[in-house]
């Protein structure tokens, strides 16, 4: 469904991601780990086409997408929860929802309340409140709601899109155990045909959710594995020193 072939970019003299190859499959669960300057936000935006490759390609589905802009391949079905909220504050959740929606719909060029009322939109706006367990809130407004509803309506917002791949970079920053625990029953609960990428750096959810790891350090995959096999690796216990320890 998505793949990078030997993708690159470079800051001047710094690397960034070197030659950076990874496949995953319809529906799967890809958990992307890493210490802190590995190259993964950088990845997620030479995937979302926020930055240019220097070198390699990205495709989606089999077709080469490496030249798209960040519209475009969202109209092809990549779609992005941030780790910083990217929200309407004074719009309550369900139009912050409704917005969403109604680009996705093609109903973007009406007016602000017509195109929410349009059947298909608000048709997705209930199914996704639904899936990113938004229903007790949706007419809350955004400010008036808890931290953690809004990493929740980061994620309704991207199904909103009705992606095929949807890249979510660390949708747990910030929130507490609880809510942690929580948001690994909501992506639980997503839809198996979705293909998800992840950054985390909360090792019990990547360890959880993940059909697959990848590892990243210095712009470099060096690791790709199922999760069992990533608790036993010497290799990340020493990029992570002692964090995997009590993972």
Known sequence: MLETRNLSKSFGPIHVTRDVSIRLERGERRVILGPNGAGKTTLFNLLAGVLQADSGQVLLAGKDITALPVARRARRGISRSYQKNTLFDGLSVRENLGLAAAVQAGQARRLFHDSLSHPKVRETVEEVAHLARLEQVLDARVNEVSYGIRRQLEVGVALATRPQVLLMDEPTSGVGPEMAAGFHDLLSGLPRDLTLLIIEHDMDLAFEVAD??????????????????????????????????NA
């Open 212 to 245: 697959k790891i990848t590892v990243l350090n210095y712009g470099e995959v060096v690791f790709e594995g199922l999760p069992e096999a990533a608790r036993g690796s010497d290799l990340l216990k020493e990029i992570y020193l002692g964090s995997w320890e």
